[in-house]
C-alpha cells in the first residue's frame, strides 16, 4: 500500500489517532474489516439471542465498552466521561472496562459499573502493577489485565506515560501476575498466535486481540490474525476478545464469526459520548446490537455461541 494523501474514510470518531499513512494500522485495519462479505443461510433461520456469558455472568451483548482512561482530564468542563460510560454499560447490562486511571478513578467508575475490568498497564515498577490488581480485585473487578502492547514508545524505547515508564513484559511476570490475581487476568494487545500461546501457557483466562489504535506501524488487522488464534487456542478454555475499528454490529458481526467471545467499541463511542454523555453511547451500541441481530438473523446464528467462520469470505 503506498502512502496515502486521501482523508481518513472511518467514522469521524476514529480520526484523533488515526495519521491517515500507509503504516497506519488504523486504515489496513477498515481496508480488512471493508473486504469481508458475509454469505446469506435464511431457510430455518430464527430471531437471534444476543446473552453472552463472560467470567461466569450473563450480559446482553457481545459487544463491550473499551479500555479507555485520561478522558476526565481532557477538559471537557463538568463532564466525567469514564464515569459516562461506565453509566451507559450498566444501563446496556454489557462489560465495563477501564484503562490507566488511579485507584481513586478506578473506584469511582466502578460504583457506575460495578465489576469493571482494569487493565494496568506494563509499568516498570511491578510493585505498582501488583498494587493496582489487588486494588481491583478488592473493588470487586470482574478481571484484570494488562496491556501488554504497550511497551514500547515511538524512539524504539520503552515508553514512559504521564511520566511513569513502562518496561518489558516477561513470561515469568505474566505468570506471577496470573497467580497473585486469583481473578481472570487478561493479556491485551496479542497480534500473533506466539503472543497468544504464551498468554495462555502463562495462565491467562483471556486474550484482546488488537493493536491498540495502531500502536504498531503496519500491524495486522486483529480480525486477520483472528482464525489461526482461534486454532491455536482451540484445546484451552483462554477466552478471545478483539477490538480495533469496531464501529457497526457488522463489524462486531465479522469478529464474533471469525473467532471472537466478545469485541470492545472504542473510539467509535467517543463522539456520542463527548456530545450526548450515557445517551449517546448508549444509543450507539443499541444501534450496534440491532446491526449484529440483522447479520445474525440473515445467517442462522441463534445465539452468540454458535458462530460459523464458514459465513465470511475474503473479497480480493
Ligand atoms: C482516549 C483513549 C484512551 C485509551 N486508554 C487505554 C488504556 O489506558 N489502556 C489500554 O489498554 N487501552 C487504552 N486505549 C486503547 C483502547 O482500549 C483500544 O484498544 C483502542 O482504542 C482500539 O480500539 P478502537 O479502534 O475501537 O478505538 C485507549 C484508547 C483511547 C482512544
Known amino acids: 500500500m503506498n502512502e496515502t494523501k486521501t482523508k481518513w474514510p472511518g467514522p469521524p470518531g476514529l480520526i484523533p489517532v488515526t495519521s491517515g499513512r500507509a503504516d497506519d494500522a488504523n486504515q489496513i485495519n477498515r481496508h480488512y474489516l471493508d473486504r469481508l462479505m458475509v454469505e446469506m443461510r435464511v431457510i430455518d433461520a430464527r430471531i437471534p439471542d444476543l446473552h453472552t456469558e463472560i467470567f461466569g455472568k450473563l450480559y446482553d451483548s457481545p459487544i463491550m465498552m473499551p479500555a479507555f482512561s485520561h478522558l476526565n482530564k481532557a477538559g471537557i468542563q463538568d463532564r466525567q ?135 504498531i506501524p503496519y500491524g495486522i488487522p486483529p480480525l486477520a490474525l483472528l482464525p489461526n488464534i482461534k486454532k491455536a487456542l482451540q484445546k484451552t478454555n483462554v477466552k478471545i476478545f478483539v477490538d480495533c475499528g469496531m464501529d457497526s454490529g457488522y463489524d462486531a458481526y465479522k469478529a464474533l464469526a471469525l473467532g471472537a467471545d466478545a469485541l470492545s467499541v472504542g473510539r467509535s463511542i467517543l463522539k456520542p459520548l463527548l456530545k450526548d454523555g450515557s445517551k449517546g453511547v448508549v444509543s450507539k451500541i443499541q444501534h450496534m446490537n440491532e446491526e449484529l441481530k440483522q447479520l445474525m438473523l440473515y445467517t442462522s446464528i441463534a445465539n452468540t455461541s454458535s458462530f460459523d467462520p464458514s459465513v465470511i469470505h475474503y473479497m480480493k
Open 81 to 215: 466521561p469514564m464515569e459516562e460510560y461506565a453509566k451507559a454499560a450498566t444501563i446496556l447490562n454489557i462489560v465495563n472496562w477501564v484503562g490507566m486511571e488511579s485507584d481513586e478513578e478506578y473506584e469511582n467508575i466502578a460504583k457506575y459499573a460495578p465489576g469493571s475490568i482494569r487493565i494496568i498497564k506494563p509499568f516498570a515498577d511491578h510493585h505498582r502493577i501488583r498494587s493496582e490488581i489487588q486494588f481491583a480485585k478488592s473493588q470487586g473487578a470482574i478481571a484484570v489485565g494488562i496491556d501488554i502492547d504497550h511497551i514500547a514508545g515511538k524512539d524504539g524505547n520503552f515508553d514512559i506515560v504521564d511520566g511513569i515508564p513502562l518496561g518489558p513484559i516477561f513470561q515469568a511476570d505474566l505468570k506471577a501476575y496470573v497467580q497473585e490475581a486469583g481473578i481472570p487476568f487478561i493479556a491485551k494487545g496479542v497480534l500473533s498466535v506466539q503472543d497468544a500461546c504464551i498468554a495462555a501457557n502463562a495462565g491467562c483466562a483471556a486474550i484482546v486481540v488488537s493493536h491498540h489504535h495502531g500502536r
